[in-house]
C-alpha cells in the first residue's frame, strides 16, 4: 500500500492507541486535530524541493510530524531533542532543511487554525527523508531515502510479520533518527498495534521492566540492547514472558546470543535482520528456528533479501559462487537516491554491475547453496599482520565462542615492525586470567591471528544508537583510558 493511503486508512478511518513514555494515552481526536492543523502548515511553508528538521523528543508528537511531511510529501531531517548546535548546524548545511520545527514550533502551529489544503499524489521516486549518520570524517553523511524505499520495506513489514495484529503491544525503543525505528511505525500502521513510546537511555533495568509493565509483545532494538537483557544479573529479576517476537539487527548476531536465546527466548520468535542506512531499513531477514541450519560454522544466518531487494557477492569485479567470500552489494527498490551534497561519495559507493545499480556495502559476506546469506567481516576491518591478511571481525566471532567470554572487540593500530598491533578488549561471563584466555585463543585461532594485547573491560562505550562504538573504544586506548 502506497505510504499517504496506509497513513489515511489508519490515522482517519481505522482506531489506533499511543501511549507517552509516560504512559499517558494520547487522545485520538486530538491527535488527528493536531494532525491535520501540522500537515496545512507543512504542505503550505515548505516546497517538496525543501525540509523540515523535526527536532523534539521521542513522542506521539515526533510521529505525528513524520507522518505529516510523508502526508504532505515534504521530506523530513529526524534529530534528537538534545542535539547541540553545531550538530544541528551540520545538519542544516548538509541537508538544507528550511524550517527547524521545534517544541516551540510545534505549538505554535497547533494553536494555530490552519486550513488543509488539497494534498497531490507523490511520485516513488520523491525524496521521503534525509538521515544523517556519522562520517568517518566527522562530517555527517546525509542519506537520501525515496518514497518508494519505505513503501517496499513497510509492504513487506506487513507480510514477514503475519502474526502481528491490533492485540500487539510494541514498545518504540529506537530513536527517530535511527531507521530501524521505521518496523515499529509501519507495524502501527499497517496492523493497527498499541505504540508505547520508551524512557529507555541504556539503563538496561528500565527497558526491562517496561517490558513487563507495559506487557511488550513485539521489542525491535539493537543486538547489544538483547545481550544486556538476557545477562543473567537481568534476565533473573525481569519478567519478559509477554514477549512474542523480538527483531534484533544493527550489529552482528554473535553465538554467545544466539546461546541466550536458545535458553531463554526457545518458544519466542525471533528474527535476525541485517540492513545498511543506504538501502532503508533492512535488506535480509531470518528467523531462527533453533536448529542446526540458523548456523554454518560459527556464523549465524542473516536469511535471504527481502522484497525486492537483491545481493550478490563480488570480488575484484566478478560475481563470485557459493561459499566464496566477497564484498556483499545491495541493489533493488529500497536503494537510497544518494547522499544529500556529495555526489563524488554517492558514485563512489553506487556502482552498476551487470546494467543493474547496487551499493557497495563494505561488508564481506558469502551465500550457501539454499540461498542464504552471512556476514562475515568488513573490508575496512580486514587488515595485514606480519605479511598475513586478517579480519578483525572474523578474530572477535571466534573469541565470543569461547564459553565464558561475553563480547569481543579488535582494532588494529599500525606500526612499522608487523605492519599493525592488533589489540582486543574482552567482556568476560566468569573470571579468568588474559595467561589462560590466550593458550584457549591458541586452541581456535592461528599464531598469527591472536591478538598481541588483550584487555579486560566491564562493558563497552556504546553510541547514540546503541550500538558498540569501536571508535571511541579506539580513542580511549590510545589515549591511555
Known amino acids: 500500500m502506497e505510504i499517504q493511503k496506509l497513513i489515511h486508512k489508519r490515522i482517519f478511518e481505522g482506531p489506533f492507541t499511543l501511549y507517552d513514555t509516560k504512559g499517558e494515552q494520547y487522545d485520538i481526536e486530538l491527535f488527528r486535530s493536531e494532525y491535520k492543523k501540522l500537515r496545512a502548515y507543512?504542505?503550505?511553508?515548505?516546497?517538496?524541493?525543501?525540509a523540515v528538521g523535526i527536532k523534539l523528543s521521542k513522542n506521539p508528537r515526533f510521529l505525528m510530524t513524520i507522518l505529516a511531511c510523508m502526508d504532505a510529501g515534504v521530506p523530513y531531517v529526524p534529530m534528537r531533542e538534545n542535539y547541540p548546535q553545531n550538530r544541528?548546524?551540520?545538519?542544516?548545511?548538509?541537508?538544507?532543511?528550511?524550517?527547524?520545527?521545534?517544541?516551540?514550533?510545534?505549538?505554535?502551529?497547533?494553536?494555530?487554525?490552519?486550513?488543509?489544503?488539497?494534498?497531490?499524489?507523490?511520485?516513488?521516486?520523491?525524496?521521503?527523508?534525509?538521515?544523517?549518520?556519522?562520517?568517518?570524517?566527522?562530517?555527517?553523511?546525509?542519506?537520501?531515502?525515496?518514497?518508494?524505499?519505505?513503501?517496499?520495506?513497510?509492504?513487506?513489514c506487513d507480510k514477514y510479520f503475519a502474526e502481528i495484529n491490533s492485540e500487539d503491544r510494541i514498545l518504540q525503543v529506537a530513536d527517530f533518527t535511527f531507521d530501524i525505528s521505521l518496523i515499529d511505525v509501519g507495524l502501527f500502521l499497517h496492523k493497527g498495534s498499541c505504540l508505547h513510546f520508551s524512557n529507555f537511555t541504556g539503563n538496561i533495568f528500565t527497558l526491562a521492566l517496561e517490558i513487563e509493565q507495559?506487557?511488550?509483545?513485539?521489542?525491535?532494538?539493537?543486538?547489544?540492547?538483547?545481550?544486556?537483557?538476557?545477562?543473567?544479573?537481568?534476565?533473573?529479576?525481569?519478567?519478559?514472558?509477554?514477549?512474542?517476537?523480538?527483531v534484533m539487527g544493527g550489529a552482528r548476531f554473535t553465538t554467545g546470543l544466539y546461546n541466550k536465546c536458545v535458553e531463554h527466548f526457545s518458544q519466542v520468535n525471533v528474527?535476525?535482520?541485517?540492513?545498511?542506512?543506504?538501502?532503508?531499513?533492512?535488506?535480509?531477514?531470518?528467523?531462527?528456528?533453533?536448529?542446526?541450519?540458523?548456523?554454518?560454522?560459527?556464523?549465524?544466518?542473516v536469511g535471504t533479501p527481502l522484497g525486492s531487494t537483491t545481493a550478490i557477492i563480488v570480488s575484484d569485479g566478478t560475481k563470485l559462487g557459493f561459499n566464496q567470500k566477497g564484498e556483499l552489494l545491495l541493489g533493488?527498490?529500497?536503494?537510497?537516491?544518494?547522499?544529500?551534497?556529495?555526489?563524488?561519495?554517492?558514485?563512489?559507493?553506487?556502482?552498476?554491475?551487470?546494467?543493474?545499480?547496487?551499493?557497495?556495502?563494505?561488508?564481506?559476506?558469502?551465500?550457501?547453496?539454499?540461498?542464504?546469506?552471512?556476514?562475515?567481516?568488513?573490508?575496512?576491518?580486514?587488515?595485514?599482520?606480519?605479511?598475513?591478511?586478517?579480519?578483525?571481525?572474523?578474530?572477535?566471532?571466534?573469541?565470543?565462542?569461547?564459553?565464558?567470554?561475553?563480547?569481543?572487540?579488535?582494532?588494529?593500530?599500525?606500526n612499522e615492525l608487523t605492519q599493525n598491533t592488533t589489540i582486543c578488549y574482552i567482556q568476560l561471563k566468569q573470571e579468568k586470567e588474559i595467561k589462560s584466555i590466550k593458550k584457549d585463543m591458541?586452541?581456535?585461532?592461528?599464531?598469527?591471528?591472536?591478538?598481541?594485547?588483550?584487555?579486560?573491560?566491564?562493558?563497552?562505550?556504546?553510541?547514540?544508537?546503541?550500538?558498540?562504538?569501536?571508535?571511541?573504544?579506539?580513542?580511549?586506548?590510545?589515549?591511555?583510558?
Open 42 to 50: 507543512i504542505s503550505q511553508q515548505v516546497t517538496p524541493r525543501g
Open 88 to 156: 544541528i548546524d551540520q545538519i542544516q548545511a548538509e541537508t538544507n532543511f528550511s524550517l527547524l520545527l521545534d517544541e516551540e514550533k510545534f505549538l505554535e502551529i497547533i494553536q494555530n487554525n490552519y486550513q488543509d489544503q488539497l494534498l497531490i499524489k507523490h511520485s516513488p521516486e520523491d525524496t521521503l527523508y534525509t538521515i544523517c549518520t556519522s562520517g568517518s570524517t566527522g562530517k555527517p553523511k546525509a542519506v537520501i531515502a525515496p518514497r518508494r524505499a519505505i513503501t517496499d520495506f513497510w509492504n513487506w
Open 214 to 246: 507495559k506487557e511488550i509483545t513485539f521489542l525491535n532494538t539493537v543486538v547489544n540492547n538483547f545481550n544486556m537483557l538476557l545477562e543473567d544479573s537481568v534476565y533473573s529479576r525481569a519478567n519478559l514472558s509477554s514477549l512474542k517476537t523480538v
Open 271 to 301: 528474527h535476525n535482520l541485517y540492513g545498511v542506512t543506504e538501502v532503508p531499513v533492512y535488506s535480509h531477514a531470518k528467523k531462527m528456528s533453533f536448529k542446526s541450519s540458523d548456523l554454518d560454522n560459527h556464523n549465524i544466518s
Open 332 to 414: 533493488g527498490g529500497q536503494l537510497m537516491k544518494g547522499y544529500a551534497n556529495d555526489p563524488q561519495k554517492t558514485a563512489e559507493v553506487l556502482v552498476n554491475f551487470e546494467n543493474n545499480l547496487y551499493y557497495k556495502t563494505g561488508d564481506i559476506a558469502y551465500q550457501t547453496e539454499n540461498g542464504e546469506f552471512y556476514i562475515v567481516g568488513r573490508l575496512d576491518d580486514t587488515i595485514k599482520y606480519r605479511g598475513y591478511r586478517i579480519n578483525l571481525l572474523d578474530i572477535d566471532s571466534y573469541i565470543q565462542n569461547l564459553p565464558y567470554v561475553e563480547n569481543a572487540v579488535s582494532f588494529a593500530i599500525p
Open 442 to 481: 591458541a586452541n581456535i585461532l592461528l599464531d598469527y591471528q591472536i591478538p598481541e594485547k588483550i584487555f579486560l573491560v566491564d562493558s563497552f562505550p556504546l553510541n547514540d544508537n546503541g550500538k558498540i562504538c569501536k571508535k571511541t573504544l579506539k580513542s580511549y586506548h590510545l589515549e591511555g583510558k
